[in-house]
């Protein structure tokens, strides 16, 4: 079973620039889709954005234009570059994989599907 080890979550401000790495141990991003969610106190899991195996990025609406997703196959790891930050980003970030595809909308974050990062938090204050 593949491990995904995020990190580079934590504190910032408003308008600041957080990236946020997931490692995944073995072949875990071979041949797969790849994503990050997002779940906050109250809130279902949300896709934040994924990438396809044929390398066609996906965004949620709220972060199109602030956020970017990029893999770096030679280091096994998956990045969420975000910019310009506002409140509405707190939450708790996950990755995951799927060689079958990723769910838009698990309901709950981690989801029961392929493999998944342990989340890390991502506080946005103003």
């Known amino acids: 079973e593949a491990q995904l080890v995020e990190s580079g979550g934590g504190p910032v401000e408003v308008g600041g620039s957080l990236r946020l790495s997931c490692t995944a141990s073995?072949?875990?991003?071979?041949?797969?889709?790849v994503g990050w969610y997002r779940q906050a106190p109250g809130n279902e899991c949300e896709q934040v954005s994924s990438l396809n195996k044929h390398g066609r990025a996906s965004y949620v609406d709220s972060v199109k234009g602030r956020f970017t997703i990029s893999l770096d196959n030679a280091k096994n790891t998956l990045y969420l570059q975000m910019n310009n930050v506002k409140p509405e980003d707190t939450a708790v970030y996950y990755c995951?994989?799927?060689?079958?595809?990723?769910?838009?909308?698990?309901?709950?974050?981690?989801?029961?599907?392929?493999?998944w990062g342990q989340g890390t938090q991502v506080t946005v204050s103003s």
């Open positions: 995951a994989s799927d060689w079958t595809g990723l769910v838009l909308s698990p309901g709950s974050c981690p989801g029961g599907f392929g493999d």
């Open positions: 073995g072949s875990a991003f071979d041949d797969s889709d």
